[in-house]
């Protein structure tokens, strides 16, 4: 452990990761559901990019968007891997300081990007109902890719303070986390120094990017509800909701969870740290989890190319 000139300013070398409270004696068999749903996750998100990139006619605006939405839930389910997994299939309870700072950064950067493609999605298919014929030649590829770089770079620019400003601050010896992984809101309890810069600083990022997404993403289907209100028959405005449907899941999907976290970490105080670490692990496993199949389902174009891949490798064998 490193220690500075004053013993209050002790600093750990490592933080103490926990699994599910009070379940630690069946570990070996929780890590069944985490490895099929880690399984679940890559294989689900990796199909609908496999399709995606192989399909030409799913070369639009829309599927793009998917494809970015996928990359990212890949990026949050692959940050938490080593130590969910080290905990729960070899008890490895132990991550370093700077790993832990590390995991953090990704974690929380991949979920901001989470967000804005989120966000993103919502103005495209604003951009779809608003003006149908005009969609392509506004939602173009290099738009779509320079949106996508924005959103990345956003997202790294946002997180890069928060390890240094974590770094900065004294932890006079603490060092147990509640979850099986790095997350802000857990880490700014433990310090027992001045917080205020970096809770001012978080705040800024959830204003920033979730409430804001949010509220935009609220705003973009006000307006699109008024566009379908206006279609003059049923049959139209049935058929102009339902390119929403796979969206809305998906906004669901991630905002619910995320909502019930955090309100649990401001307000709970006398919560069970079980329901903590289940509210935690629906908020970064939920929307990952549940998307592909949603967009399998509900995303005839989707459909039709995971047929026609499953439909090829039998041909072939």
């Known amino acids: 452990m490193n220690n500075s000139s004053s013993s209050m300013r002790f600093l750990p070398t490592t933080f103490i990761l926990v699994g599910i409270p009070g379940l630690e004696a069946e570990n070996i068999w929780i890590s069944i559901p985490f490895c099929l749903m880690y399984i679940l996750i890559f294989l689900g998100n990796g199909i609908i990019l496999h399709v995606i990139r192989t399909d030409f006619a799913l070369h639009q605006p829309m599927y793009l968007f998917l494809a970015l939405l996928a990359l990212a839930e ?4 692959a940050s938490t891997l080593p130590t969910v997994l080290g905990i729960f299939l070899f008890g490895t309870t132990e991550i370093g300081f700077d790993a832990c700072l590390l995991q953090m950064f990704f974690i929380h950067s991949f979920s901001i990007m989470e967000s804005a493609v989120l966000l993103a999605m919502s103005v495209d298919r604003f951009v779809a109902i608003y003006s149908p014929l005009r969609y392509t030649a506004i939602l173009t590829l290099p738009r779509i890719i320079g949106t996508g770089a924005i959103i990345g770079l956003k997202s790294i620019m946002l997180m890069a303070p ?46 920033s990017t979730f409430g804001l997404d949010s509220l935009l993403i609220v705003v973009s289907y006000g307006l699109i509800l008024h566009i379908v209100l206006g279609i003059a028959t049923r049959d139209g405005r049935k058929k102009a909701l339902n390119t929403c449907g796979s969206h809305v899941c998906a906004v669901l999907a991630y905002y619910v969870p995320m909502i019930g976290l955090s309100m649990v970490h401001r307000f709970g105080h006398h919560v069970s740290p079980l329901l903590q670490a289940m509210m935690a692990n629906a908020y970064l496993f939920f929307s990952p989890a549940v998307n592909p199949i949603v967009y399998s389902i509900k995303t005839k174009e989707i459909h039709r190319g995971i047929v026609q891949m499953i439909s090829g490798k039998r041909a072939r064998v």
């Open 74 to 77: 890949v990026g949050v389910s």
């Open 162 to 207: 928060l390890p240094l400003l974590l770094r900065r601050l004294p932890f006079c010896g603490h060092n147990v986390l509640s979850h099986s992984y790095c997350l802000h809101p857990n880490l700014i309890h433990l310090p027992c120094g001045d917080i205020s810069i970096n809770n001012i600083y978080g705040l800024f990022i959830v204003s």
